[in-house]
């Protein structure tokens, strides 16, 4: 079992930056894959980015490449989304979620995740 918090949500600037944080519990969140997620209001959650469990593996989806990072520290049971010049279109909740199988960094799917946090709402203005 790993239970997730997320936080670092806000309301922002187009251009601003933000840092969204994800503290697990559990014996097992450095055996995971970890990942982002967002959902757009009537959309279902779309991946931002994905971390293998020893960090080593990284995934985006071409709309943050260049802007986002995800960063992981498995001492500290932490999970990072670093979001730089953010865009009015970045506007979701936005989902940390565990994949206790370590596979969702080659097939970064919903379905993978078997842990999710609750979300924590970002807002850019234009």
């Known amino acids: 079992q790993v239970q997730l918090v997320e936080s670092g949500g806000g309301f922002v600037q187009a251009g601003d930056s933000l840092r969204l944080s994800c503290a697990a519990s559990?014996?097992?969140?450095?055996?995971?894959?970890m990942g982002w997620f967002r959902q757009f209001p009537g959309k279902e959650r779309d991946v931002v980015a994905v971390?293998?469990?020893?960090?080593?593996?990284?995934y985006y989806t071409d709309s943050v490449k260049g802007r986002f990072t995800i960063s992981r520290d498995n001492a500290k049971n932490t999970v990072n989304l670093q979001m730089n010049s953010l865009k009015p279109e970045d506007t979701a909740v936005y989902y940390c979620?565990?994949?206790?199988?370590?596979?969702?960094?080659?097939?970064?799917?919903?379905?993978?995740?078997?842990?999710w946090g609750r979300g924590t709402q970002v807002t850019v203005s234009s």
């Open positions: 559990g014996r097992t969140f450095s055996t995971c894959a």
């Open positions: 971390i293998s469990s020893k960090g080593l593996t990284t």
């Open positions: 979620a565990a994949d206790p199988n370590n596979v969702a960094q080659y097939s970064p799917r919903a379905d993978r995740f078997n842990y």
